[in-house]
């Protein structure tokens, strides 16, 4: 597991996101249609694929599997369940392929891939921040739960259903919280200016994930990040973009690290608000090397778009629809790349989610898609125009729990602990993994700062702490190397 700073101000109450690194694009997301990951050449048919002229099992590959489901009904000595055998032979097909983005969802688990291709998630529509130990609340989702039950922003969280919350770190609190949608969470909660502690009751429901957010700086340097690019991204996009053109910025960086993809036709919406009519976003290639290259309709206002620099940061945790994206403005509307490599995922899929009948879903790769130029880029990523290297911190693993560390340990959590320190504005001495003097001493003024008991020993709530303490000082702008790097290329362009 690694440790990443920029998702700090989490969303409550997400369910778990299925780890989905793909370019998905609609073909239909209700009814009877498919889910398509890609677009332009498949429908949810075999017709045209390359497909074997065989239709469906002969005979003696249905004896084998029927065969091999009487011996383990018949023969196994605990009871079974058909359901899971059933699964997991489609599973095992699927596995077999060895495909890393193709994929089996079983019933219960597609409702859970629904909910990520959608930006949906069970919650109460609230941003946590940990301030000197407190959960406050940071933001209210406008129409959420949060707001309905007169949570605001400032709110200091003290228990969830009769649970403290003291000296839990963001995970931790975020963990207490979770719940089932239609479940309740009662909330007792601390407000400045009023003596009497409140008690709110907030029922979970589905919750809109904030996909896409912006602010612009007194230079006039515009920053627009996109997380994931959902169903709803484009029109969240062009929000943002609006608002940031009404403060008249100069330049505008769009940053897409760590975003893993997402809806095709979403990248392909969002491309076009800055890639001139007739230039290429992106082409679509089958299994018999058909192409469909998808052009550039123009955005009503997109040609005052080409007036500003543009820049786009990226890194090894960009994928799929965000190469799309990073590669379309890069040779159709001359934006500048900044960052490190990105991931190199250039293939489709089509989720398939009524053909199977019993409410699971089959996701299969069905294509490839090209750069304008026409580079497939699979495996190798886009390179950088100005790379940036980011510091140790921003990719340290996690420290482990399973025990507490101390003065003259060695290993890998000591090393993990130590570049954390570093990150974090404490100088532990080295790096090396050996836990040494400086790096107690280091860890001592970090216990003192952040009123922990000073014993020097990094226990559970010392690793917590200081997490949560590098993950918030990452979060802001003024410490990434990356926003730095694209600010000042951005600053360079406005003075040509």
Do not use: C
């Amino acid at each position: 597991m690694m440790f990443r700073g920029r998702t700090v101000l989490a969303i409550i109450l997400l369910t778990a996101l299925a780890t989905v690194i793909a370019t998905i694009g609609a073909i239909g997301l209700s009814g009877n249609t498919n889910w398509s990951f890609g677009a332009g050449f498949s429908s949810g048919s075999s017709k045209g694929s390359a497909a074997s002229e065989d239709e469906g099992w002969n005979r003696a590959e249905l004896k084998k599997l029927n065969e091999a489901f009487e011996l383990i009904k018949e023969k196994y000595l605990l009871p079974i369940d058909r359901e899971k055998l059933l699964d997991g032979a489609v599973s095992g097909m699927v596995s077999s392929l060895g495909d890393p983005y193709s994929a089996y969802y079983s019933a219960a688990d597609a409702s859970k891939f629904t909910d990520s291709v959608q930006g949906t998630f069970t919650g109460i529509g609230a941003r946590l921040d940990l301030i000197e130990g407190a959960v406050v609340i940071e933001k209210v989702i406008k129409g959420m739960p949060a707001e309905r039950a007169g949570l605001r922003v400032g709110d200091i969280l003290l228990s969830v259903n009769g649970e403290s919350l003291e000296s839990l770190s963001l995970s931790e609190t975020i963990a207490k919280i979770r719940g089932p949608k239609g479940t309740k969470a009662k909330l007792t909660v601390k407000r400045i200016g009023v003596d009497e502690l409140l008690e709110l009751e907030l029922v979970r429901d589905r919750i809109v994930e904030e996909t896409v957010g912006s602010e612009v700086g007194a230079d006039g340097i515009a920053y627009l990040w996109i997380s994931q690019f959902t169903f709803d991204t484009p029109k969240l996009v062009e929000a943002e973009l609006q608002a940031l053109e009404n403060t008249g910025f100069r330049a505008l960086v769009i940053d897409v690290r760590d975003n893993p993809g997402g809806v095709l036709t979403a990248v392909e919406d969002i491309a076009k608000l800055f890639v001139p009519e007739g230039r290429t976003i992106v082409i679509e290639e089958d299994s018999l090397g058909r192409q469909n290259k998808i052009v550039s309709e123009g955005a009503s206002d997109s040609a005052s778009r080409g007036q500003y620099p543009l820049i786009v940061l990226m890194n090894g945790g960009s994928a799929s629809a965000s190469e799309i994206l990073a590669g379309a403005l890069k040779q159709s509307a001359g934006a500048v790349l900044v960052g490190s490599q990105s991931y190199g995922k250039g293939t489709v899929q089509i989720s398939y989610e009524n053909e199977l009948g019993d409410g699971s879903l089959l996701k299969l790769t069905v294509s490839k898609w090209l750069l304008p130029d026409g580079t497939w880029l699979n495996g190798k990523g886009i390179e950088p125009d100005i790379e940036v290297e980011m510091p140790d911190y921003y990719s340290v693993s996690v420290l482990s729990r399973d025990h507490d560390l101390k003065r003259d340990e060695t290993g890998e959590d000591v090393r993990s602990l130590q570049i954390m320190l570093e990150g974090a504005g404490y100088e532990p001495g080295r790096k090396d993994g050996y836990y040494s003097e400086s790096t107690e001493q280091a860890v001592l003024a970090f216990q003192k700062d952040a009123k922990l008991p000073e014993t020097g020993i990094v226990d559970a709530a010392t690793a917590d702490k200081l997490e949560d303490t590098l993950s918030l000082r990452m979060q802001k702008l003024e410490n990434d190397p990356g926003w730095q790097a694209a600010r000042a290329r951005a600053l360079e362009e406005i003075r040509g």
